[in-house]
């Protein structure tokens, strides 16, 4: 909005005849700079930025609008070109000022740009440790689950599977391992053990009878 204005100053003094016209140009963008001023502050801006913004470049710009306002204008309208020129040279102290203050805020805003870009790619690679952290612990578990189950319930259940395959087979002698285990796997184990036994018994007692009936 200043650098707009200090254009329209440098126009006019060169063109005198175009006061009306420029004069209501200027009234609106110092409506509008004033607008804006509001804005920032009442912005959450970042407080450093914001102190530079108000107090370095808000007073120059300040200071440039009196010396339009007060000095350069009411001149112009005299007709008095000396003293018009006095104020627009006023007015082309504060506008580079105020230009100066403005270099500066976008340089801290830079700066504070990359320190807050640097501490962002901070906070994502600590949060994708934590996470691949996390994914390495969950699949650490996945795994120590799977062996466990493996350990404790697939090879007792194949061990089973073997050795009723075996008594199908008519081997009488295979015995289940894991009967001292206080688990439903060793309950099963213990059972499979007594069933065997059963059967054998029960295969011995019927091949007795069948030598007592074959005998006499």
Same mark, same amino acid.
Request: net charge neutral; glycine share 4%; charged share 25%.
């Given at each position: ?7 329209e100053t440098t126009k006019l003094l060169q063109d005198p005849a175009s006061l009306r016209e420029r004069k209501a140009r200027l009234a609106k963008l110092e409506a509008d700079f004033r607008t804006r001023e509001a804005f920032w502050r009442e912005s959450d801006l970042n407080p ?12 120059? *710009?300040?200071?440039? =609008?009196?010396?339009?306002?007060? &000095?350069?204008?009411? +001149?112009?309208?005299? %007709?008095?070109?000396?003293? $018009? ?82 008594? *199908?087979?008519?081997? =009488?002698?295979?015995?289940?391992? &894991?009967?001292?285990? +206080?688990?439903?796997? %060793?309950?099963?184990?213990? $059972? ?25």
């Amino acid at each position: 909005y200043v650098i707009e204005a200090y254009l329209e100053t440098t126009k006019l003094l060169q063109d005198p005849a175009s006061l009306r016209e420029r004069k209501a140009r200027l009234a609106k963008l110092e409506a509008d700079f004033r607008t804006r001023e509001a804005f920032w502050r009442e912005s959450d801006l970042n407080p450093d930025l914001k102190a530079h913004l108000l107090a370095g470049a808000v007073p120059q *710009a300040d200071r440039f =609008w009196q010396a339009v306002n007060k &000095g350069m204008l009411p +001149a112009l309208a005299r %007709g008095d070109m000396d003293q $018009a020129q006095a104020a627009y040279r006023q007015a082309e102290q504060a506008y580079q000022a105020h230009r100066r203050q403005i270099d500066d805020l976008v340089s801290a805003s830079t700066t504070a740009q990359a320190e807050l870009a640097q501490k962002t790619e901070g906070v994502i690679s600590r949060t994708l440790w934590l996470i691949s952290a996390l994914c390495l612990l969950i699949m650490g578990s996945t795994l120590a689950c799977v062996l466990y189950v493996e350990r404790a319930v697939i090879q007792p259940l194949r061990s089973i599977i073997l050795r009723v395959n075996a008594m *199908a087979a008519g081997n =009488w002698d295979t015995s289940t391992p &894991g009967c001292d285990k +206080a688990n439903e796997m %060793g309950e099963l184990a213990r $059972a499979f053990n007594s069933f065997r036994d059963q059967l054998r018994s029960g295969a011995q007692e019927k091949a007795q009878q069948t030598d007592l009936i074959v005998s006499s």
